[in-house]
């Protein structure tokens, strides 16, 4: 039952692009197509629960045993790069074809706030190990769900007839705004 | 003149938030009022700044390869800094800033101009850009968290002149992305009427 709670708190209550304002960067960046933001998806939530694994287990068995939990922001964010290096190496290694369809993006993700954020948070709720695991998987869900919804308007956008200065960016906002109310109808479900 | 323009480049031209669209994230996330924003801003100003100066400074003591991991660590730290001051220092701005704090090493601007800027010229141009940027960045936070505390709870840094409620949609998350679509086309206005 927890679990349940979690996993729609985290992709609807609580969307981590809509409510938390986590990873916009490639929520305004990658969102033009609809099999690109797959793509992100994709690569965001093999990440995001990587990274949430580890920086948990180095937060119980490294930096509260020694009390230097003041250097969490230090060695998350390394832990993350060096991550993003490795699974882009690794991949490339035991599965090309996944590499090809990921790659573009793993880059991108070391500076995708998201990543950090969950991570954090997992931690600063109180999760065990599972429930973070779920949590990240559960937000990752919920960056795709979002990315997914907002890229097929933006398609359909391009055709639209819009005022020369709301071309573009402006618009975006605009519908991210609008998705964002229709997600608050979510609100008090969990 | 060239150092003027250096300067206050950041503020409109190269606007990091209305112009780049570079860490957009505490932008929607912390201008729930003005003030919120402002500390923002300041805090990453601080960040922006100093990281300059330490990148500008060390350049060529940095091999090419681990250029990125070790921005990445200067970032960090003074992250770090700037974290346990406003914990001590100012506990209210920290509680509502929350999250976002520590995100400032992901933010795109600080590495960005680290990696665009500081590490290629002269210790005295990147202060200077570090610190427009950061106050560019910061006048940006400070006009959307004006503007979403006016509409919504009536007030302006605090002060209140409109009785009653005023329009609770505007604090929360999709007057956010509303206002900054708004504000972000009027920039997109005026620069094409003065092109």
Redesign the interface.
């Known amino acids: 039952m927890e679990y349940i709670i979690i996993i729609i708190s985290a992709i609807f209550v609580n969307n981590i692009v809509l409510m938390k304002f986590l990873g916009i960067c490639p929520f305004i960046g990658v969102s033009n197509k609809v099999e690109t933001a797959i793509g992100m998806s994709g690569a965001v939530m093999f990440v995001m629960v990587l990274a949430t694994l580890v920086t948990y287990l180095i937060q119980t068995f490294v930096l509260e045993p020694l009390g230097i939990t003041f250097m969490q922001t230090i060695i998350f964010i390394l832990v993350i790069a060096s991550l993003v290096q490795m699974v882009e190496i690794v991949l490339k290694k035991i599965s090309p074809a996944l590499f090809q369809a990921l790659g573009i993006f793993l880059p991108l993700i070391t500076t995708n706030c998201a990543v950090l954020g969950v991570a954090i948070l997992s931690i600063q709720n109180d999760y065990n190990l599972i429930e973070g695991v779920v949590f990240a998987a559960a937000s990752a869900l919920g960056f795709g769900l979002a990315l997914l919804l907002f890229s097929s308007i933006r398609e359909q956008l391009d055709l639209a007839e819009i005022p020369e200065a709301m071309k573009g960016v402006p618009i975006a906002f605009i519908v991210a705004g609008l998705l964002a109310m229709a997600f608050m109808g979510f609100t008090g479900i969990v | 003149m060239s150092q003027l323009k250096n300067f206050t480049k950041g503020f409109v031209q190269e606007n990091p938030v209305f112009v780049l669209?570079?860490?957009?994230?505490?932008v929607?996330?912390t201008t729930t009022s003005a003030i919120n924003g402002m500390g923002m801003g300041l805090a990453t100003t601080f960040v922006l700044t100093m990281s300059n100066v330490i990148v500008s400074l060390i350049k060529n003591f940095i091999p090419d390869k681990v250029r990125?991991?070790s921005f990445?660590?200067i970032i960090?730290?003074f992250?770090?800094i700037v974290?346990?001051t406003m914990q001590a220092f100012t506990p209210v701005l920290f509680d509502a800033l929350g999250?976002f704090i520590?995100?400032i090493?992901?933010?795109?601007i600080v590495?960005g101009r680290a990696e665009a800027f500081a590490s290629k010229n002269t210790f005295l141009t990147s202060v200077i850009d570090g610190f427009g940027m950061g106050l560019g960045f910061t006048l940006a936070l400070v006009m959307l968290g004006g503007v979403r505390e006016i509409l919504g709870s009536g007030s302006l840094f605090g002060i209140k002149f409109i009785q009653g409620d005023g329009m609770i949609?505007f604090v929360?998350?999709?007057?956010?992305?509303?206002v900054?679509?708004?504000l972000?086309?009027?920039m997109?206005?005026l620069k094409?009427k003065s092109a």
Not at chain 2, 172 to 178: D, E, K, M, R, V
């Open positions: 669209f570079l860490g957009l994230c505490p929607l996330g990125i991991p990445i660590v960090a730290s992250v770090t974290e346990l999250l520590p995100l090493v992901v933010n795109c590495l949609l929360l998350a999709p007057g956010a992305f509303i900054l679509g708004y972000i086309m009027l997109q206005k094409s």
